[in-house]
């Protein structure tokens, strides 16, 4: 076969092998780990505090009632799933916009279909044999169903697995291949993979899974177990090095009445240091002339838009870019490019602005055990705290440093920790990784 044959056979390769999932030496494991690529226009968020689950959406006054006079900050969204039990009538994008804009933030979760051994009476179910199919189509439509919301891509989406029984090892193995396959749809299009689950079900069998090299883990889980402590760790069925990195949530009361405002609802209560919806807010272009979009958080960078002076612009996160005036921060908008946010109307004109989230790309990464970290881009500066194994890595910049195996690709943290790109999953582990920015 000619060089440029094998070229073309050998790409060829390589693209079905990522679209499927295969890890082929040299290639970032992307899938099953992490998203194989985030668009640009996207973002994790994540968020550390109480939240309340309801099975209808509250209304925008109802939320209004309780914001400041609750203990809650955030609220679940039953966004989607055949076995979703309720009406939506407030679940529309305005309700998601404005919900955000009110300082609300969103656990999205997706009642699909039960594993075959699910307690209760949820009549829509998987097969040991159908668990693989159903798993694909629910991460699907639950994309589907979150983009016609407005929850953009670094979005976690949590599938709702109701307790079952675990003494039938069929069922083990189906609950385990669905979220599997939940999981791998949701990273092919860009989102994170949540799970809600039983302590003494789901989460035991995630947990005994976490390192499997077939399955694809899960980025975050969600724990039932209603004892009235919102303690994130500490858990009886899943140690505190799984899940590590801002991947918990906890529903430590179950269905009661509260009044706030007002207002009562009927919740469950909940506690998070997780991550959540991302989805953009709207400000206004405070520039006397056009501003331009860039590609990256830069003067020097390409031009790829223009915003008119006194327009709304849809803000998605902030990154930390060259000075402008003030200030370092730059804005990524929902076009997916960058505007400094000394031209933008947010609360802020020196850093970064409260309730707007840090432009993140998460990885998990690729080590069993703990990988260390470093207080700069290389191995000779000094450790940080490190992350757990298969933990996520919420990357805000990449840049260049020591040699690590094959790469000399750094990724900063949005804490501020440094790690080797070498250990994290993502689009490359040779290179850098768009659409994550350069750091400066």
């Given at each position: 076969m000619s060089g440029s044959r094998r070229a073309v056979a050998s790409l060829a390769v390589l693209v079905a092998a990522l679209m499927m999932g295969v890890v082929l030496p040299g290639v970032a494991r992307a899938d099953p780990a992490t998203p194989v690529r985030y668009p640009a226009a996207s973002s994790a968020t994540r968020v550390e505090g109480r939240f309340f689950d309801t099975c209808t959406a509250p209304s925008l006054d109802a939320l209004a009632a309780w914001r400041g006079t609750s203990p809650y900050t955030g609220v679940n969204i039953y966004f989607g799933g055949r076995n979703r039990g309720?009406?939506?009538p407030n679940l529309t994008a305005a309700w998601v916009h404005g919900a955000v804009a009110a300082g609300w933030s969103l656990i999205p979760t997706y009642f699909g279909d039960q594993p075959f051994c699910a307690f209760g009476s949820k009549p829509y179910r998987y097969t040991s044999s159908g668990a693989a199919a159903q798993g694909r189509a629910d991460g699907m439509d639950a994309v589907a169903q979150a983009r016609g919301l407005g929850l953009l891509p670094g979005s976690a989406l949590y599938a709702d697995v109701e307790h079952y029984d675990r003494t039938q090892a069929s069922c083990t193995s189906a609950v385990r291949t669905y979220v599997s396959e939940w999981t791998r749809a949701l990273h092919r299009e860009g989102y994170l993979?949540?799970?809600y689950v039983h302590q003494d079900s789901g989460l035991r069998d995630l947990a005994g899974s976490y390192l499997s090299t077939?399955?694809?883990?899960?980025?975050?889980?969600?724990?039932?177990r209603w004892d009235g402590n919102p303690a994130l760790r500490g858990?009886?069925?899943?140690?505190?090095?799984?899940?590590?990195?801002?991947?918990?949530?906890k529903q430590y009361r179950g269905g009661h009445v509260e009044t706030w405002g007002g207002v009562t609802l009927n919740i469950d209560s909940d506690a998070i240091k997780g991550p959540v919806a991302t989805v953009a807010r709207t400000y206004r272009v405070t520039s006397s002339t056009t501003l331009r979009v860039r590609r990256e958080p830069t003067t020097t960078a390409s031009v790829i838009g223009a915003l008119p002076a006194g327009s709304d612009v849809?803000?998605?996160c902030q990154a930390r870019g060259q000075k402008i005036g003030?200030?370092?921060?730059?804005?990524?908008?929902?076009?997916g490019g960058y505007v400094s946010d000394r031209y933008v109307s947010t609360r802020s004109t020196t850093g970064f602005t409260a309730g707007i989230p840090r432009c993140s790309y998460p990885g998990q990464s690729t080590r069993s055990t703990e990988l260390v970290t470093r207080s700069g881009p290389g191995t000779t500066y000094s450790r940080k705290q490190p992350l757990q194994g298969g933990a996520l890595a919420y990357v805000a910049c990449q840049t260049s440093g020591s040699l690590v195996r094959r790469t000399r690709v750094w990724n900063q943290l949005v804490d501020g920790r440094w790690v080797s790109d070498s250990y994290i999953s993502n689009r490359s582990n040779t290179t850098y990784s768009a659409p994550v920015p350069r750091c400066r």
């Open positions: 309720c009406a939506q993979a949540g799970v077939s399955l694809a883990r899960p980025d975050a889980v969600w724990m039932a858990w009886p069925t899943a140690s505190d090095a799984k899940w590590a990195e801002w991947q918990r949530a849809e803000v998605i003030t200030t370092r921060v730059w804005d990524r908008i929902s076009t």
